[in-house]
């Protein structure tokens, strides 16, 4: 599954990009040039940002759970035989 950007994103990310690069690695790349290297980064690194924010939300979840269970045993009624 690739992850995709609309058009508003990406133009967000080369410009980004682009400016990073000319002000910080005094490197200038044209929008076509600095689009395949948001493709690029994209398609190498994405999957790795996007596991981990579903790592994080399963952490999340997890703790709500727990939360939970600990509530539903607070209301938990005593039953006598």
Same mark, same amino acid.
């Given at each position: ?14 410009? /980004? ?24 980064? /994209? ?39």
């Amino acid at each position: 599954m690739d992850i995709q950007l609309d058009k508003n994103q990406k133009k967000a990310l080369t410009d /980004s990009l682009q400016v990073y690069l000319q002000d910080e690695l005094d490197v200038e790349l044209g929008q076509f040039d600095t689009e395949f290297l948001v493709d690029f980064v /994209s398609k190498k690194f994405g999957a790795v940002y996007y596991n981990k924010g579903i790592e994080d939300a399963q952490k999340v979840m997890e703790r709500k759970m727990l939360d939970i269970a600990d509530e539903l045993y607070e209301i938990e009624q005593i039953v006598e035989i």
